[in-house]
C-alpha cells in the first residue's frame, strides 16, 4: 500500500481583486502548507473501492463517494490515460481524514492533490504537467497550489503559482468552531470584488519582518466569513488572547490560525483551548519550507 500526506493549505493572506467574466472570482494569495493533514492509502485492487477513515471521517459519511474529490480524481486521472491509449486498472483508496470538513484549510483540495501524486505514481503513470495541471483545476481552484505544495504565491483563480522561499517554519494554532461555511455563500457577501492586490512580500529570510509585514495584508473573505458565521470572531479573539503574535481566519473560513512564539507556546495554547472549547477543532501544527 503506498501512503501520501494531505498537508493542510493555510491562506497565510488572501486578496479578492476581481471577477472574471464567467464569474470565477480572482484572487492573490500568500499559501502555506502544514504537517497535519489528512492521509491517502492506495493499492491494487480487484475492483475500485473507498474507504473513509479517521477522526473527521463522519462528516462525509452521508455524501455520496462519487461526489467525493478523491474519488472524482481518481476517476479524472483514468479519463486522462484512456484519452492517451492506456488503461489503468482497479484501485482501492483508503481517506485518512484528520481536518474538518468545509474548513478553509483545503482539505478536500489536498486529498485530491494527494491522490493525484499517489495514483500516478502506483499506476506508473505520467499524463504530463500540462494535463495533470488541468485536471487538478477542473478538479477545484485551490487543487493546483495543492499539488505544488510548498509556499507560493496563487493568482488568477489559484493556477497561476509563484514559489516563495520562505526561510523558516512558523508555529501555528489551528482552531475551527465545527461550523462549515459555504465559499460560495461568502463570496456572495463580499461588499467589493475590486481590492488593492498583494503587497509584494518582505521578510522572507526573518520570521519577525515577516509577521510585520503580514499585518499589512488581508484576508478579504475573513468580514462576509463572520456574517455568515459568527463564531469566526470568537475563534479569533480566542487565539489572540491565548498570546499569538497574529491571528487570521484561512480561506473562506471557519477555520481560523494564530502564529505562536515556539512549539511550546503553540502546544500550551492548544492545552488550554481544548479545555475552555471542548466543542472545537484545535490542533498545532509547523509550517513547512519544501513539499
Not at 177 to 195: H, K, W, Y
Request: aromatic share 4%; glycine share 10%; net charge negative.
Amino acid at each position: 500500500m503506498l501512503r501520501i500526506d494531505a498537508p493542510a493549505k493555510i491562506n497565510l493572506a488572501l486578496h479578492v481583486t476581481g471577477r472574471r467574466a464567467d464569474g470565477y472570482h480572482l484572487i492573490q494569495s500568500l499559501v502555506v502548507f502544514a504537517e497535519l493533514g489528512d492521509g491517502i492509502a492506495v493499492q491494487q485492487a480487484d475492483r475500485d473501492g473507498f474507504v473513509l477513515e479517521g477522526p473527521e471521517a463522519a462528516a462525509l459519511s452521508t455524501e455520496a463517494a462519487s461526489g467525493n474529490l478523491v474519488v472524482r480524481a481518481r476517476d479524472g486521472l483514468r479519463d486522462a490515460a484512456r484519452r492517451s491509449g492506456r488503461e489503468l486498472p482497479p484501485v482501492e483508496i483508503r481517506l485518512d481524514k484528520q481536518l474538518p470538513v468545509a474548513s478553509g484549510i483545503g482539505g478536500g483540495s489536498a486529498d485530491a492533490a494527494a491522490t493525484l501524486k499517489a495514483l500516478c505514481r502506483l499506476w506508473d503513470y505520467d499524463p504530463g504537467s500540462e494535463t495533470l495541471s488541468t485536471l487538478a483545476l477542473n478538479l477545484g481552484a485551490d487543487v493546483p497550489m495543492c499539488l505544488d505544495g510548498r509556499p507560493l504565491i496563487a493568482r488568477g483563480i489559484g493556477e497561476k503559482l509563484e514559489p516563495v522561499e520562505l526561510g523558516f517554519t512558523l508555529d501555528l494554532v489551528i482552531v475551527n468552531p465545527r461550523i462549515g461555511v459555504s465559499t460560495p455563500d461568502v463570496f456572495s457577501r463580499l461588499a467589493s470584488r475590486e481590492n488593492p492586490p498583494l503587497p509584494e512580500p518582505e521578510g522572507l529570510g526573518d520570521r519577525q519582518h515577516f509577521i510585520d509585514w503580514l499585518k499589512h495584508t488581508r484576508n478579504d473573505l475573513e468580514r462576509p466569513a463572520k456574517s455568515v458565521a459568527p463564531a469566526i470572531s470568537e475563534c479569533l479573539s480566542a487565539l489572540g488572547s491565548e498570546g499569538a503574535d497574529f491571528v487570521r481566519m484561512s480561506g473562506s473560513g471557519a477555520s481560523c490560525f494564530g502564529v505562536f512564539a515556539s512549539t511550546e507556546a503553540a502546544q500550551a495554547a492548544v492545552e488550554h483551548l481544548r479545555h475552555a472549547k471542548p466543542g472545537w477543532f484545535v490542533a498545532a501544527t509547523r509550517t513547512m519550507t519544501t513539499a
